[in-house]
């Protein structure tokens, strides 16, 4: 993923060692809709809603974003289920996920989505490197409207 960021300019250097290697986000923030690490790395519902509480607070925390980048389905339903939340779409369903979808939501934000990087994506060319970062080139391009 650090490369793809650091290639349309959201990083500062294209790997990630440790917390200290002097990696800084420009622009963005990551964030995951759940806080640990399931079965399967498959969280049931319940495992989401317990941690919504943090996630709500990190969005309300981003006062300045114009666009939110959904990686993979749980993060995108996560999206929508705090805009459920919040009183700023009234149902899911008008937004479906599928890599490349595009959707300006209420609140005036853009929701991207774009399959999970996880290597079972990637190993299989479910996403491939060209696809991913034309999610960012995009995501760069709707902030800077």
Known sequence: MYPVLHEVGFASQPLATDRNDGLVL???YITAAARCAPPDN???PQE???CSSYLDREFECLTRSGVIVALGKI???A???YLQRRGRIERRSPYLFQHGAKYKTPDGLWLLAS???SNQNTQTGKL???MFTQI???AARLADQ
Do not use: I
């Open 115 to 117: 399959y999970h990087p």
């Open 128 to 130: 491939t490197r060209k």
């Open 136 to 138: 960012f080139k995009e």
């Open 79 to 81: 999206y929508l289920s």
């Open 42 to 44: 498959k969280p049931l």
């Open 48 to 50: 989401l809603m317990n």
């Open 75 to 77: 993060a995108f339903d």
């Open 26 to 28: 420009r622009d963005l």
